[in-house]
């Protein structure tokens, strides 16, 4: 197979200093909003996932808004064919989300999602503008971003430490290494992101003396972060993004090599394996604990929250359950007594299937066929070795993330979505047919191109304000529960407020108002004080149970807001209906049988308490409460004879 003959390209014509300007603020935005994804947290936190993407989504914006400035822009009718597909599941989730039992979780998946669509829309555009060093400078960053965060985390190894900045991991993670995340799992998916790309950098020649110095210490550093995750997914995805790469490497050269490539990529992974079982015996005894018979509870839990989660597919096959409702709705479909909040059930298809139905699961799926069509034709078409390398980089990494994401939930972690749109991003800009052929339309062309500009405008500055509104929801609402927490509860209201005028849509807010009141009405010793008190908590409940009427604090403060103001029968009637919802839920049992007691209905109670027992067999709550109630129904029999 002949390669393909090179072409000389006419140097472009120099932006104006203003343009210049903005495009590097685009960059800068983007690159900033990435780093604080990755350096806090991975962007798990609210606060954390509202000022990354919130960087994003207006970097993405000023692209746009530049795009009416300065004509011809480079991403015309790829850049609005790459819209046009990725807003089919987009369109999809916000209509979908109209139904959704919980609103306000579909529009915080739909702003992640619309911010990962911005970053690959802005990027097509921007770094295929000017020259080379937009998207060298932007794949050196992240390669740097990578290193410092693997440095970072073999401190942490090294010193035994299990703090990441100023929180501290769950014991069950144990040692092993997580960098700025809090699961290691997490980290090991950016990781397998950031080497396919080094992998890929390292040897396009295109990519500049520094970026391929910087890939070459990545290479040596990130297998060794990688191997001290000890995640089996990361493992197994890094083997398929491997084997994908030197695949198409070797089909690229000549088709016959296509399985030779891929062979010796398998060899590889199997020495790399063998060499890490044998140094790492903490590494050997986790992936010997992976079979099924061997016990293993993260294995264990899998399997049970796939099983439930075909339950709630099977539920509602077309449509799904609706979009961010499996944390809340896991609950009624629970076949295990395990006693976590199981918010992701470790299966992004699985939980696609189960929230969106098949018709989500088809819109995401022929979007996500759609860009590898684009990588595709970079790696066979392009005329430049550049293009090729990085688009087999790439899809070596969306290969990575689809294997990990059979076992994990890495595509609700909003630092390796973006990561992913960028390392995405850089092929397709740099694809030869975009630059020869696309760069040249303008938004100006035609009356459609403009409509269709202003659509995409109109739609970045929607996603723009949801952001903002999510952000100062979520930080205000944070604020008001340590105010709360701390009983200064008019502050702690007035927070609140605020979040409730940001975000109308989330019940957090109305909760802590609720909460407030009901600890009003629990601690005044006047009757009308008391009665005002929990009557307002009443009402605010009720506003708060009209967004989410799943969560189980909002049951268990309405049913104590009745208690308190004398309406037992009410209560018990509040929470025998959230147990026959949830009837595998301890804490909802445990408040019954308590309400119960309480109003001497001892019987009841106690089979209540002992069914939490065989629930919760550690629960020292119930055991307390089936012991004495033993012994009280014992003492009564024996008056009674």
Known sequence: MRAPERRRWRRRPALPIGVLVLDWTVLFMIGVGLGGAVLLFGGVPRWSYALSLGLVVFGALIWVLRCFVERPMSSGAGGMRLVGVFSIPLVYAWLRGFFSPVRAEAWHLLVLWGAVVAVLYALSGVLAEGSNRRWRVLLGFFFLLLIAVCLYALVQQIRGERHVLWRLRPATYQMRASGTYICPNHFAHILQIGLCMMLAALITRAAGGWVRIVAMYGIAVVPVCLALTLSRSGGLGMVAGLVVMFALWGWRRNPRWAAAGALSAGVLAIVAAVLILWLVPDARQRWLMAAPSAGDSAVRVRLLLWKDTLAMFRESPVLGIGIGAFRWLYEHYK???????????????????????????????????????????????????????????????????????????????????????????????????????????????????????????????????????????????????????????????????????????????????????????????????????????????????ARNRYDPGLIIGKAKTLHTLGENSAAITVLRDAVQFAPRDRDLLIELGLLLRFNQRYEEALKVFERALRMAPDSRVAQLNVRLLRRRLGGEAQRMR
């Not at 993330?401 to 890495?410: I, Q, R």
């Not at 595509?411 to 040249?440: G, K, Q, W, Y």
């Not at 509104?469 to 340590?482: E, F, I, K, N, Q």
């Open 335 to 545: 076949s295990h007594n395990l006693q976590f909040l199981f918010r992701y059930t470790h299966n992004e298809y699985l939980q696609t299937l189960a929230e969106a139905g098949a018709a989500g699961l088809v819109a995401i799926g022929s979007a996500v066929c759609f860009l590898t069509a684009r990588l595709l034709r970079a790696v066979f078409s392009s005329a430049r070795s550049r293009e090729s390398r990085l688009a087999i980089g790439a899809l070596g990494a969306m290969a990575a993330s689809g294997v990990h994401a059979a076992f994990d939930f890495n595509f609700h972690i909003p630092a390796n979505v973006l990561a992913l749109a960028v390392v995405v991003a850089v092929p397709l800009a740099l694809d030869c047919r975009t630059r020869a052929r696309e760069s040249r339309m303008a938004f100006g062309g035609s009356n459609l191109a403009i409509g269709r500009a202003l659509v995409i405008a109109v739609g970045m500055c929607i996603l723009a304000v949801q952001t903002v509104r999510s952000g100062v929801g979520y930080v205000t609402t944070l604020a008001g529960d340590r105010l709360r927490d701390s009983l200064h509860l008019p502050e702690a209201r007035w927070y609140y407020r605020v979040a409730q005028i940001a975000n109308r849509s989330d019940w957090r807010p109305f909760a802590g108002i609720a909460h407030s009141y009901k600890t009003e009405a629990f601690w005044a010793w006047d009757e009308d004080l008391r009665r005002e008190a929990g009557n307002r908590a009443l009402e605010w409940y009720e506003l708060a149970l």
